[in-house]
């Protein structure tokens, strides 16, 4: 008997939450998980698992960035698959029977950014390549593999993206061994914080606010409760966009929200 209830006990421990938790920010590592470790049915299960360990309701999926990692065209192909995964699981998860406790999933579109950080360095070092402002997704995935894998010479098995660090062509010299490094990317993967990382944090906030600005209505009729619950969604998915627009990209500020204070809201429609 004492057997049974320690196991029972260990059992509940082991499926109890460590804390309440509203929200979840969760980053795919790929890198330390090869591409074809991350499928869709492990990106579903990490989002349950949100709720389940950590009782969050809400949970912000940041789509895979192009880095080191990525070591060739086919690596990037399926990075580009992970990340329209990414994108698919958060818009249906309203249509979920089982939602697992988790209400919205939110995409951080991370990968974009330094899509738009990448592309506008490389303009300044003299690639051909489309201003990110004007450019598609598709954009990014056909223009990528002309110049991205345009990597440092001799610099190791994770030799960074030259349009990615360097500041200059004009130090890279004919065997592109070094160059001046800029302020973007610190090596191949990680953005300097003191120059970048403020988008980021913006952007992820606006994307809370998407979902927590605002007051709730209640709803007695099932049949208003899912015409709210469409409505809703409609409206999230809309400041989700204008979120990733205006933040995890290179847009320009408004003026007057820089120096004067300015609380932002994150509100749709």
Known sequence: VQQGQQQQQQQ???????????????????????????????????????????????????TVPFTNNVKDVDAMMKVNEINFQIRKIARGWHLRENTGGVQHVLVLEYGTYYNHIIWSNAIHLGYNVTHPLRAAELTFDSEGPGFAFDRLQNAGEWAPSIPMVCSDTASLGPDKRSCNRNYLFSDGMHTCPETLASRYAAGLACLLGCVYNGREKQYTSADNQKQHGQQLEKKIRACERECNEQFLSVMPLEESWIDTNTTLASFSG
Not at 21 to 47: P, Q, S, Y
Request: glycine content about 6%; charged content about 20%; some cysteine.
């Open 12 to 62: 509940q421990r082991n499926n109890s939450t460590i804390g309440n938790f509203d929200v979840c920010i969760f980053r795919v590592m790929h890198g330390w998980m090869k591409v074809n470790e991350i499928t869709h049915e492990r990106l579903v299960e990490a989002v349950e698992l949100s709720h389940e360990l950590l009782g969050a309701t809400t949970v912000v999926l940041m």
